[in-house]
């Protein structure tokens, strides 16, 4: 499997590519990115062939067999469609865009080509919330609430490695978008109420740095989001199952009872990293000619969710 990782030199471009180098048989022969001065660079240093600043170069490439979009989320859906209308199979990093017009837009677009399309639902695959999900599917465990707590210090734009982003980060779009398709995904349930709260907007990146969001399933489990741009402490996605059986406790790929006792992942999943994990669903999907787990079709009522929630700020 030959891969085109296109957003190659963002903090997220860089996780695929590690990623990557540990699944056997897979190259990646091209990488795009914004400037040819740190694509060419990034190119040597990784010893990868070819390198473009332009996505259709490397879509007309014989050598790149799928891609991987790991892009500014503006960008998503346009370069998503690009790839399928070339035949390219394509996982979007989350998430798949930021409307539901243009989540729409893949997905009418993947029906029409038949181009495998995978939205970059990563806490899917994370080992902790898999143990839970192998728990809930073998009838031991319900969740009943689940409050999850998404923190960063994002006053500035600044990405994950810490230097100036050309695009604008959304706490509802993003970092909500993880959770809202983690928790249907769970229950196996659409939620039925969902609804959100904004605070202030950001004088300059015109955003709002905190949010609160409620949803509930139509057999009554609930969820409790809090999401801040403002928070000056410990950062990233904290999540609490309440279930009947037990509590527990997901950070990352790591998975506590509610008692702080660590629960042993080993065996859950052949890697402890979720981005490995969602680039091996999506490069064996595409070998085994099927739908994979977390394909944009599944990842829709996500968004139709997030819309339900946007228009409700008011």
């Not at 390219?88 to 993947?110: F, H, N, T, Y």
């Not at 181009?115 to 809930?136: D, E, T, Y």
């Not at 609804?195 to 509930?216: C, N, Q, V, W, Y």
Request: aromatic share 6%; hydrophobic share 40%; glycine share 8%.
């Amino acid at each position: 499997m030959r891969i085109c990782v296109a957003g190659a030199y963002g903090a997220f471009g860089i996780k695929h590519l590690d990623a990557l180098a540990a699944i056997e048989e897979v190259t990646v022969t091209s990488v795009m990115g914004p400037t040819r001065e740190k694509i060419d660079a990034l190119a040597a240093e990784r010893g990868i062939a070819h390198a473009a600043t332009d996505l259709d170069e490397c879509l007309a490439r014989d050598d790149v067999d799928a891609v991987i979009l790991a892009t500014p989320t503006q960008m998503h859906a346009e370069q998503a469609i690009a790839c399928m209308k070339a035949g390219k199979p394509v996982l979007i990093e989350i998430p798949m865009a930021d409307s539901l017009e243009d989540s729409e837009a893949i997905c009418k677009v993947q029906k029409e080509t038949g181009v495998l399309a995978m939205a970059g639902q990563v806490r899917r695959f994370n080992p902790s919330h898999q143990w839970i999900h192998n728990k809930i599917a073998a009838g031991e465990l319900k969740i009943q609430q689940m409050d999850v707590q998404t923190y960063f210090m994002r006053r500035s734009n600044l990405n994950a490695k810490g230097e100036p982003r050309s695009w604008t980060d959304h706490l509802l779009w993003h970092h909500a978008c993880h959770t809202v398709d983690l928790f249907q995904y769970q229950t196996g349930e659409v939620v039925d109420k969902a609804f959100g709260l904004e605070g202030p907007h950001h004088p300059e990146l015109g955003i709002a740095m905190d949010m609160s969001i409620g949803m509930k399933t139509p057999k009554g489990a609930i969820c409790t989001l809090s999401l801040s741009f403002n928070n000056d402490g410990p950062f990233g996605t904290f999540f609490r199952y309440i279930c009947d059986n037990g509590t527990y406790l997901a950070r990352y790929d790591d998975l506590f009872d509610g008692k702080e006792n660590p629960i042993d992942l080993d065996g859950v999943a052949v890697s402890n990293n979720g981005i490995e994990l969602i680039d091996r669903e999506f490069i064996s999907a595409i070998q085994e000619k099927r739908e994979p787990n977390g394909s944009v079709h599944d990842v829709l009522a996500a968004m139709k969710t997030l819309d339900k929630i946007e228009k409700s700020f008011g």
